[in-house]
């Protein structure tokens, strides 16, 4: 399989994952993954023939270039989603980033509504989730599409150099050095709503000590390698297949 098909192959397994893990339902949300050394990007495409994306096939990505157009024609009626410009605006303000999701994860989406912050109510059960209370995600302000290159840049300019950005009533991007981190990004964010929903349901939660946030954030995750698009490895890669086999058991 070449670089190009095995590309589109990982963000179409990205999608799948995000469907199967809650993060986004029907047709809306999407993933989206930077071909190294090119202008172009591989995204999770709209049209009237496509599955959804819990079970988005390779044929349902396509190219495009970054000012969020088709790098070429298709005779599925397939097109770049509305909201293209997520993509391309991080991935012009972010030469670090390979790769981009966008999604619709309710618990998450429930704190924005609320205006309530994620707090950093555990450490050890789930380190990576809990980085992302202990150093507070930014907040785009706006419940509307990023349906426009200007709001696409809003959006770029909120999420600055972090790896996710909570969007007020309406979801999260999450963004990464390949497109697995940035779907793994997506899950612990969720995760990370959901305890916290969950806590406050059942009185009333505390935070854990700071010298135990401090601790926790300098935990190596090994999740990060730098900006070359290539899959993860180490801990990381270990943690993604164990989604994939999840992803394929279900399927059957």
Known sequence: MDDHLQLRERVAKACRIMGLMGLAKGVTGHASARIPGTDRVLVRARGPNELGVRFTTAEQIVEITLD?????????????????????????????????????????????????????????????????????????PYSIL??????????????????????TGHGITTCGPNVEEATMTAIALEELALVNFRAASLGEPVDIPIDEQDFIKAIDSDLQQAGSGEPPAGRAISQWRYYCMLEESASG
């Open 68 to 140: 969020g157009k088709l790098a070429s024609p298709n005779d599925q009626g397939l097109k770049a989603p509305k909201e293209v410009y997520i993509h391309t605006s991080v991935y012009k303000a972010r030469p670090d980033v390979y790769g981009v999701v966008h999604a619709h994860p309710m618990n998450a989406v429930l704190f924005t509504i609320c205006r309530k912050p994620l707090r950093p109510l555990f450490g050890a059960y789930d380190p990576d989730a809990a980085k992302l209370a202990i150093s507070p995600l930014p907040i785009y």
């Open 146 to 167: 990023c349906d426009t290159p200007e709001r696409g840049d809003e959006l770029a300019v909120a999420l600055g150099t972090d790896k996710g950005c909570l969007m």
